[in-house]
Protein backbone atom coordinates (compact mmCIF):
# COMPACT_ATOMS: atom_id res chain seq x y z
CA UNK A 1 0.00 0.00 0.00
CA UNK A 2 1.77 3.41 -1.33
CA UNK A 3 1.26 6.26 0.41
CA UNK A 4 -0.78 7.80 -2.32
CA UNK A 5 -3.31 5.01 -1.59
CA UNK A 6 -2.99 5.79 2.71
CA UNK A 7 -3.65 9.66 1.31
CA UNK A 8 -6.66 9.31 -1.17
CA UNK A 9 -8.36 6.34 1.79
CA UNK A 10 -8.32 9.39 4.55
CA UNK A 11 -9.25 12.50 1.83
CA UNK A 12 -12.43 10.14 1.29
CA UNK A 13 -12.80 9.62 5.00
CA UNK A 14 -12.66 13.36 5.52
CA UNK A 15 -15.03 14.15 2.25
CA UNK A 16 -17.63 11.50 3.61
CA UNK A 17 -17.31 12.73 7.67
CA UNK A 18 -18.23 16.45 6.20
CA UNK A 19 -20.37 15.28 3.85
CA UNK A 20 -22.24 13.63 6.96
CA UNK A 21 -22.13 16.49 9.03
CA UNK A 22 -23.78 18.69 6.27
CA UNK A 23 -26.70 16.37 5.91
CA UNK A 24 -27.49 16.13 9.13
CA UNK A 25 -26.97 20.06 9.73
CA UNK A 26 -29.55 20.19 6.72
CA UNK A 27 -31.72 17.67 7.69
CA UNK A 28 -31.78 19.33 11.33
CA UNK A 29 -32.37 22.92 9.89
CA UNK A 30 -35.64 21.51 7.61
CA UNK A 31 -37.23 19.49 10.35
CA UNK A 32 -37.15 21.97 12.74
CA UNK A 33 -40.32 23.22 13.97
CA UNK A 34 -40.61 27.06 14.13
CA UNK A 35 -43.53 28.71 16.93
CA UNK A 36 -45.67 31.87 16.34
CA UNK A 37 -47.61 33.15 19.62
CA UNK A 38 -50.15 35.86 18.92
CA UNK A 39 -52.88 38.02 20.03
CA UNK A 40 -55.50 39.87 18.59
CA UNK A 41 -58.82 40.62 18.85
CA UNK A 42 -59.03 39.90 15.39
CA UNK A 43 -57.67 36.73 15.42
CA UNK A 44 -60.52 33.92 16.10
CA UNK A 45 -60.23 32.52 19.39
CA UNK A 46 -58.05 35.11 21.30
CA UNK A 47 -61.65 36.78 23.16
CA UNK A 48 -63.88 33.78 24.09
CA UNK A 49 -67.12 34.01 25.80
CA UNK A 50 -68.19 31.11 27.71
CA UNK A 51 -70.64 30.05 31.04
CA UNK A 52 -68.91 28.62 33.84
CA UNK A 53 -71.06 27.17 36.97
CA UNK A 54 -73.48 29.16 35.44
CA UNK A 55 -72.21 32.62 35.09
CA UNK A 56 -70.58 34.55 31.64
CA UNK A 57 -67.07 34.37 31.66
CA UNK A 58 -64.55 36.13 28.71
CA UNK A 59 -61.34 34.94 28.07
CA UNK A 60 -58.61 36.04 26.75
CA UNK A 61 -56.16 34.02 25.42
CA UNK A 62 -53.17 34.02 22.72
CA UNK A 63 -53.06 31.58 19.78
CA UNK A 64 -49.41 28.92 19.47
CA UNK A 65 -48.96 27.90 15.86
CA UNK A 66 -46.20 25.71 15.23
CA UNK A 67 -45.11 25.78 11.13
CA UNK A 68 -42.43 25.08 8.87
CA UNK A 69 -42.58 23.31 5.36
CA UNK A 70 -40.71 20.10 6.48
CA UNK A 71 -41.29 20.13 10.13
CA UNK A 72 -41.89 18.26 12.39
CA UNK A 73 -44.28 18.47 15.42
CA UNK A 74 -43.47 21.39 18.01
CA UNK A 75 -42.55 18.95 21.27
CA UNK A 76 -42.71 19.93 25.02
CA UNK A 77 -44.22 23.15 24.64
CA UNK A 78 -44.40 25.25 27.73
CA UNK A 79 -46.24 28.88 28.21
CA UNK A 80 -44.79 31.13 31.01
CA UNK A 81 -45.72 34.25 32.24
CA UNK A 82 -42.38 36.49 32.44
CA UNK A 83 -43.05 40.23 32.96
CA UNK A 84 -45.99 42.20 34.13
CA UNK A 85 -46.18 45.78 34.05
CA UNK A 86 -48.96 48.78 34.34
CA UNK A 87 -49.58 52.07 33.34
CA UNK A 88 -49.48 54.84 35.82
CA UNK A 89 -52.04 57.36 36.12
CA UNK A 90 -50.14 59.25 33.27
CA UNK A 91 -50.47 56.41 30.87
CA UNK A 92 -46.80 55.66 31.62
CA UNK A 93 -45.39 52.10 31.33
CA UNK A 94 -43.79 50.93 34.90
CA UNK A 95 -42.26 47.64 35.70
CA UNK A 96 -44.25 45.56 38.84
CA UNK A 97 -43.34 43.80 41.67
CA UNK A 98 -43.38 40.71 39.29
CA UNK A 99 -40.46 38.35 39.10
CA UNK A 100 -40.70 35.06 38.18
CA UNK A 101 -41.48 33.04 35.09
CA UNK A 102 -45.00 30.88 35.74
CA UNK A 103 -46.45 28.76 34.25
CA UNK A 104 -49.85 29.59 32.04
CA UNK A 105 -52.30 27.31 31.17
CA UNK A 106 -53.09 25.14 27.78
CA UNK A 107 -56.97 26.18 27.32
CA UNK A 108 -59.19 23.19 26.39
CA UNK A 109 -57.03 19.65 28.24
CA UNK A 110 -58.54 17.47 30.80
CA UNK A 111 -61.05 17.66 33.27
CA UNK A 112 -58.13 17.48 35.50
CA UNK A 113 -56.36 21.30 36.96
CA UNK A 114 -52.80 19.25 36.29
CA UNK A 115 -53.47 18.41 32.94
CA UNK A 116 -53.55 21.70 31.43
CA UNK A 117 -50.14 22.88 32.32
CA UNK A 118 -48.48 19.79 31.23
CA UNK A 119 -46.08 20.35 28.45
CA UNK A 120 -48.20 19.98 25.33
CA UNK A 121 -46.76 18.77 21.54
CA UNK A 122 -48.08 20.69 19.02
CA UNK A 123 -48.11 19.68 15.61
CA UNK A 124 -47.34 21.25 12.28
CA UNK A 125 -50.06 23.68 11.50
CA UNK A 126 -52.11 22.97 14.28
CA UNK A 127 -53.70 25.74 16.86
CA UNK A 128 -53.24 25.60 20.28
CA UNK A 129 -54.53 28.49 22.98
CA UNK A 130 -52.75 29.69 26.09
CA UNK A 131 -55.42 30.77 29.15
CA UNK A 132 -53.82 33.89 30.15
CA UNK A 133 -56.70 36.24 31.59
CA UNK A 134 -59.86 36.03 32.28
CA UNK A 135 -62.74 37.83 33.43
CA UNK A 136 -66.46 36.70 35.63
CA UNK A 137 -69.27 38.37 35.27
CA UNK A 138 -70.33 41.09 38.29
CA UNK A 139 -67.00 40.95 39.71
CA UNK A 140 -64.21 43.46 39.93
CA UNK A 141 -61.39 41.88 38.87
CA UNK A 142 -59.73 39.18 36.47
CA UNK A 143 -58.31 35.92 36.96
CA UNK A 144 -54.61 35.53 35.90
CA UNK A 145 -54.39 31.33 34.94
CA UNK A 146 -50.93 30.45 36.50
CA UNK A 147 -49.96 26.94 37.70
CA UNK A 148 -49.79 29.08 40.69
CA UNK A 149 -50.38 32.24 42.84
CA UNK A 150 -47.53 33.19 45.13
CA UNK A 151 -49.20 35.34 48.14
CA UNK A 152 -47.00 38.36 47.27
CA UNK A 153 -48.61 39.10 43.90
CA UNK A 154 -52.25 38.74 45.13
CA UNK A 155 -53.21 42.43 46.17
CA UNK A 156 -51.41 43.41 42.70
CA UNK A 157 -53.72 41.15 40.34
CA UNK A 158 -56.78 42.50 42.59
CA UNK A 159 -56.57 45.77 41.29
CA UNK A 160 -58.53 47.52 38.12
CA UNK A 161 -56.12 49.55 35.24
CA UNK A 162 -54.09 48.74 32.71
CA UNK A 163 -51.82 45.85 32.70
CA UNK A 164 -49.25 44.28 30.07
CA UNK A 165 -48.39 40.68 30.08
CA UNK A 166 -44.88 39.04 28.43
CA UNK A 167 -45.68 35.52 27.72
CA UNK A 168 -43.34 33.39 26.41
CA UNK A 169 -43.41 29.81 24.77
CA UNK A 170 -40.73 27.61 25.01
CA UNK A 171 -40.65 24.00 23.21
CA UNK A 172 -37.50 21.03 23.28
CA UNK A 173 -36.41 21.58 19.76
CA UNK A 174 -38.37 24.83 18.93
CA UNK A 175 -36.50 28.32 19.67
CA UNK A 176 -38.47 30.16 22.07
CA UNK A 177 -40.93 32.59 20.90
CA UNK A 178 -42.73 35.47 23.06
CA UNK A 179 -46.00 38.08 22.85
CA UNK A 180 -47.41 40.54 25.03
CA UNK A 181 -51.12 41.05 25.75
CA UNK A 182 -52.07 44.22 26.86
CA UNK A 183 -55.31 44.34 29.13
CA UNK A 184 -57.20 46.83 30.77
CA UNK A 185 -59.78 46.48 33.81
CA UNK A 186 -62.04 49.51 34.53
CA UNK A 187 -64.95 48.82 36.46
CA UNK A 188 -66.97 45.25 36.92
CA UNK A 189 -68.23 43.47 33.63
CA UNK A 190 -72.14 43.11 33.47
CA UNK A 191 -71.61 40.31 30.51
CA UNK A 192 -72.70 42.42 28.12
CA UNK A 193 -69.99 41.69 25.17
CA UNK A 194 -70.18 45.58 24.21
CA UNK A 195 -69.20 46.17 27.72
CA UNK A 196 -66.46 49.35 28.06
CA UNK A 197 -65.58 47.89 31.16
CA UNK A 198 -62.73 45.98 29.80
CA UNK A 199 -60.32 45.97 26.49
CA UNK A 200 -57.45 43.99 25.27
Not at 98 to 112: E, K
Not at 165 to 185: D, G, I, M, R
Amino acid sequence: MTWMTIFAGCIGGIIVFVFGKLWNLVSWKLTRPKLKVEFDKKIKGCISYTTANGRPEVYFRMKVTSYGRFATAAHGCRAYLTNTEKRNEKGEVESTAYCDSIRLAWSCQGPQPTERFRPMDIPREVNQYIDVVSLPKDVNLFDLHLEVMPNRYIKMFRQTGTFLFTVHVHAENASPVKCKLTFTLRHPWDGNMDSDAFEA
